[in-house]
């Protein structure tokens, strides 16, 4: 066997060819491979190496440990730029398999999954920005006919964003509101104009968008005991029913109070908010 400074002969094709034919091995002795390219492409398209592959593979797949450090590499791999362009129909192709094979897992693990779902919903709402429109949701879903909102989105139905809605309350903060307390036993988004007032089915209505207009809502305190604790003289929301509309004065449009905790910006719509909680 050949072997010098300058080269070796090829294991497989018996000839004697320069180093910069052999791949780099450093577990070898002479520190390159002992087949050349061109017999190590061959191998490897061959059927011989495809099914040694397979079998380390299923074989590493058994051992726990390297189960997941498989797992890992492959997530990693999905997200890379070279499998996103090699593959870009990747989700769609198998959208329908991921999603019968979920639903049959979450079948079969109906506790874990309800666990799973509850803790996905906690961390999404930590977010301020989401509890924001989760509120608008929910809260436009009770007051309309069934049916009627049929799955839209409430940004859909509306002529201002969710941007908007956060600049709107923020600019009507009483002193002590943030987005941490924007909770049951902190503030809600009030209708100034009661909902009962206006007649509507539909989000088609005008009575509908009158009664959710941006100048129509306003953040309030849940209850007149939170508000005085705040130090407000304004009654809670949750007396709605027995306040004397016209004894509320109307809040002037930009008493928006400079001297709130530091946190109002930095926590909204940041990651910040679910970490910390997490
Ligand atoms: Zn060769």
């Known amino acids: 066997m050949r072997i010098d400074d300058n080269g070796r002969k090829c294991t497989v094709c018996h000839t004697y060819l320069p180093w910069t034919s052999f791949n780099k091995n450093s577990n070898s ?6 087949r ?20 380390r593979s299923q074989r590493d797949y058994a051992d726990p440990s390297k189960k997941d450090q498989q797992k890992a590499r492959m997530r990693a791999y ?4 070279a499998f996103i362009t090699n ?11 991921q999603r019968t094979y979920s639903k049959k897992w979450r079948e079969e693990h109906p506790e874990r999954s309800r666990k799973t779902a509850r803790k ?4 999404w709402l930590s977010n301020p920005r989401n509890r924001l429109s989760s509120a608008m949701s929910a809260s436009i879903r009770h007051y309309l006919s069934n049916g009627t909102k049929n799955r839209r989105h409430w940004e859909t139905l509306m002529p ?5 809605l956060k600049s709107h309350l923020e600019s009507l903060w009483e002193p002590g509101m943030s987005w941490s307390n924007h909770t049951v036993k902190g ?5 100034i104009q009661p909902v009962a007032s206006f007649t509507f089915t539909s989000p088609e209505d005008q009575g509908f968008k009158d009664c959710w207009s941006l100048s129509n809502l306003m953040p309030r305190w ?7 604790r705040y130090g407000s003289t304004r009654i809670g929301n949750t007396n709605k029913g027995h306040r004397p509309l016209a004894a509320i004065p109307p809040l002037p449009h930009n008493n928006r109070i400079s001297t709130l905790p530091s946190t109002k910006h930095s926590v909204f719509g940041s990651t910040k908010a679910y970490k910390s909680t997490s």
Do not use: V
């Not at 849940?222 to 005085?228: L, M, P, R, V």
């Open 187 to 191: 503030w809600h988004i009030d209708h």
């Open 78 to 81: 999905r997200r890379s730029p």
């Open 29 to 34: 002795r002479h520190g390159h491979d002992n």
């Open 160 to 164: 201002y964003t969710l941007d908007a």
């Open 222 to 228: 849940s209850t007149t005991g939170i508000a005085i």
């Open 87 to 97: 593959y870009p129909n990747f989700r769609a192709k198998h959208r329908d398999y």
């Open 36 to 55: 050349c390219r061109t017999c190590l492409k061959e191998y490897r398209q061959s059927n011989t190496y495809k099914d040694a592959n397979k079998l």
């Open 120 to 123: 996905r919903m906690k961390k």
